[in-house]
Every structure is written in C-alpha cells, then in structure tokens.
C-alpha cells in the first residue's frame, strides 16, 4: 500500500498544482481516452475541469441518474457544465440501482450494492462502449483515510481495500485530489474556474440519498428523504454550516394525527461545523429555526410525526448516519 503524502491548504499553490496535474493526466492518459462520471459535488468537479483541460474532447463525462440524488440534480449539474464548455450526458440506471438495493439494510453492504452497481455494471458498460482505459476519480484524503482505520468503506477507494480495479473492473485509475483534503479541493475547484455555487458546495455523499435512509432505500424510502432535503437545504443555505442534511429513520415511531394513534416516519436533522470533516461539531442553530424546519418537515413530508436534530460530536458520531 503506498501513502498518500497531503499537501495542506497552507502549503497549496494552486496554479501549480492544476498545471502539474493536468500534465500528470495528459501524460498518463496519452493518446488514449478517459471517463469520469459527474455528480456535482466539489470533487467530481474538480476532476472533470482537471480532465478537461488535459484532454478536452477524449474525456467522456457522464452524469450517472441512479435514482437516488436531489431534487433535480442532473439538470442543474449538466447545464452548469455546458456553460463551462464541458458536454455531460446524463445516464439513466435507477432500475439497476433500485434492483441492487432492494431487500438490503447492512449499511457497508448498501455501500458496496451502490459500488458494484456503479463500477462494473453501470460503468463497465460505458467504459467498454467508449473504448476508454483510465477511470478520473475525484477520491480525497479523508476517504483514504476513513476506508484505512475501517470507519466506513468509501465507495471510491480501491487501492487502499487491495482491490486491483485493472483486474476487477478492466479500467486504470486516475486520482489527481488524493493529496488535498476538501478545503484544497474548493481551493482547486475556484481555480479551475467552476462558479461559487460549485466551489462552496456542501459534501454530499458517494452513496447520495441511500446514505441518509436508515435501512433499505426503496424507491418511496427515498421519495421521503428527498423531499425533506428539499426543506432542511432551503432553510439552512444561509447558516454558514460545513454540511447540514436530513435522515430517514428505520423504525415506525408514535404520533398523532386527528385525535388518532399514528405510527409515523421519524427525521432526523444533522447540521456540522468542520474544516476538513475529520472532526464535526452540531452547528447551535436557533431553536426558531429547528421548529421552523420541523413544522414545515411535518407538514410537507406525507407520513412524518417526529422531527429531531443531532447533537452528537464526531468522533463519536459521524457526519453521514451511515
């Protein structure tokens, strides 16, 4: 296993380090061509403008639609791309994704559903189709080190866990953030030119909304979660969280509605101070503002009787709840 040396945001020059890497990646890429898949986060962003510049046209980049992303996720990402002159086709595989997940709760066994599904079937095929031989990933030191000390398996790591992905998935690798932690990364992806609504986004995880559906993440489960992502990101924009989200407990809870016992859907609200995500703390939102989420979480979201926020740290807590 070789080691990652980080280059910190202190020491980061940035026109350095995007013209190094987009000679890395040309020179490693040659004549050949590369894909990457889009998900609108600061790191796959990163990565396709870094591809981009290194090798214009012969980088295929595609929006996977798995099913599981926020309110209109493709259309937005896409058409931010296309002013960049980046041209992202949108993939639609939300049968393959739901299929895979369906019966599934183990959270590391939804994470590798998701990665199987995303890397030898989904991609697979596109890799083959393209004729492409090196994979962009937009992989940061905090997912190497996660999937090192064994706190949840990242779905884009591969050296790290032994995997071979020449061998198990026909394609090479290439990782140009590994050494940057996501305050680098947003210094990258300004860089790069990527607007502010890019370069300032929140994380969003690699298993999307499946990660924030405690048990399985059935079609209606997700419906259920997106819709109150839609509330807590609208309420929350402004409040100079590192990362704020909304979850989907597993467990049926006690309510009332119309004078009548109701065994609802419980959420649960997480907002996070951090720099780098190794450490969190919960933002000390106003409690005006926790009732105001709550209220219209109740009244939007069909079937939710408990509305809750997390105040745990990380360490103990993560900032995703699986």
């Known amino acids: 296993m070789t080691m990652t040396k980080e280059i910190t945001v202190k020491d980061l020059n940035v026109v350095q380090f995007v013209e190094e890497k987009v000679k890395e990646?040309?020179?490693?890429?040659?004549?050949?061509?590369?894909?990457?898949?889009?998900?609108?986060?600061v790191d796959s962003s990163a990565v396709t403008m870094l591809g981009h510049r290194a090798l214009?046209?012969?980088?295929?980049?595609?929006?996977?639609?798995?099913?599981?992303?926020?309110?209109?996720?493709?259309?937005?990402i896409v058409a931010i791309f296309k002013k960049m002159g980046v041209n992202v086709e949108i993939i639609d595989a939300q049968?393959?994704?739901?299929?895979?997940?369906?019966?599934?709760?183990?959270?590391?066994e939804k994470r590798e559903a998701i990665t199987q599904t995303f890397y030898k079937k989904v991609f697979g095929r596109l890799v083959k189709s393209s004729g492409a031989q090196y994979l962009l990933q937009g992989t940061i030191l905090t997912d190497i080190d996660e999937t090192i000390a064994g706190i949840k398996r990242q779905h884009n790591v591969f050296e790290q866990l032994g995997i071979d992905p020449?061998?198990?998935?026909?394609?090479?690798?290439?990782?140009?953030?590994?050494?940057?932690?996501?305050?680098?990364?947003?210094?990258?992806?300004?860089?790069?030119?990527?607007?502010?609504?890019i370069y300032h986004r929140m994380p969003f995880p690699g298993p999307a909304l499946s990660a924030r559906v405690i048990g399985e993440a059935t079609r209606e489960r997700i419906a259920t979660v997106r819709a109150a992502t839609v509330i807590v990101e609208e309420e929350l924009a402004g409040?100079?969280?590192?990362?704020?989200?909304a979850i989907l407990h597993q467990d049926r809870v006690t309510g009332m509605r119309d004078?009548?016992?109701?065994?609802?859907?419980?959420?649960?609200?997480?907002?996070?101070?951090?720099?780098?995500?190794?450490?969190?703390?919960?933002?000390?939102?106003?409690?005006?503002?926790?009732?105001?989420?709550?209220?219209?979480?109740?009244?939007?979201?069909?079937?939710?009787?408990?509305?809750?926020?997390?105040?745990?740290?990380?360490?103990?807590?993560?900032?995703?709840?699986?």
Not at 95 to 108: I, M, N, Q, Y
Not at 239 to 245: D, K, L, P
Not at 289 to 300: F, G, N, P
């Open 259 to 322: 004078n009548k016992r109701d065994f609802g859907l419980q959420i649960e609200i997480r907002c996070w101070d951090s720099v780098d995500a190794r450490q969190a703390h919960p933002t000390r939102l106003p409690y005006e503002t926790l009732e105001t989420l709550a209220q219209r979480i109740l009244k939007a979201v069909p079937g939710v009787v408990s509305v809750t926020y997390n105040i745990a740290t990380k360490p103990p807590s993560t900032i995703e709840a699986i």
């Open 56 to 76: 214009g046209d012969r980088l295929h980049t595609y929006f996977i639609d798995n099913g599981i992303m926020r309110e209109g996720e493709p259309e937005r």
């Open 166 to 197: 020449q061998a198990a998935f026909g394609y090479k690798i290439i990782e140009p953030l590994v050494q940057l932690r996501k305050d680098g990364v947003r210094k990258v992806a300004q860089g790069v030119g990527l607007p502010e609504e």
């Open 25 to 41: 990646i040309s020179r490693t890429v040659g004549d050949g061509l590369a894909i990457n898949a889009l998900s609108g986060g």
């Open 95 to 108: 049968d393959e994704f739901f299929s895979a997940l369906k019966g599934v709760t183990d959270p590391e």
């Open 239 to 245: 409040c100079g969280a590192f990362q704020y989200m």
